[in-house]
């Protein structure tokens, strides 16, 4: 089935920025809905953002206008810009498919991927 590779993180200073790319594996992936989600060391699992294959995408309160989820399916990368980077960034980030015809996503599958780690600090 579908596989996840997560990269693009790093160490950055508050008010840098990153880039992280989502890379799917199958000639599927671009009919998935992909999300990206975060996890604070010791803190739950939060979704972040999700664009859909027909295009309708989310981005939660909490970081919307600073980060934008798009996706390039030549390349069968779903990115994740992350603008002015604040400490409260600090986290593993990771990405998820669903295969669900476009409907809102339950995120019942487990097509995790190992994590990027962004820490952002001084």
């Known amino acids: 089935q579908v596989q996840l590779v997560e990269s693009g993180g790093g160490l950055v200073q508050p008010g840098g920025s990153l880039r992280l790319s989502c890379v799917g594996s199958?000639?599927?992936?671009?009919?998935?809905?992909v999300g990206w989600f975060r996890q604070p060391a010791g803190k739950q699992r939060e979704l972040l953002a999700y664009i859909t294959a027909g295009g309708n995408i989310m981005h939660t309160d909490s970081v919307k206008g600073r980060f934008t989820i798009s996706r390039d399916n030549a390349k069968n990368t779903v990115y994740l810009q992350m603008n002015t980077l604040k400490p409260e960034d600090t986290a593993v980030y990771y990405c998820?498919?669903?295969?669900?015809?476009?409907?809102?996503?339950?995120?019942?599958?487990?097509?995790w991927g190992r994590g990027t780690q962004v820490t952002v600090s001084s």
């Open positions: 199958g000639s599927l992936f671009r009919l998935y809905t």
């Open positions: 998820n498919a669903e295969l669900n015809g476009d409907h809102v996503p339950t995120w019942a599958d487990d097509y």
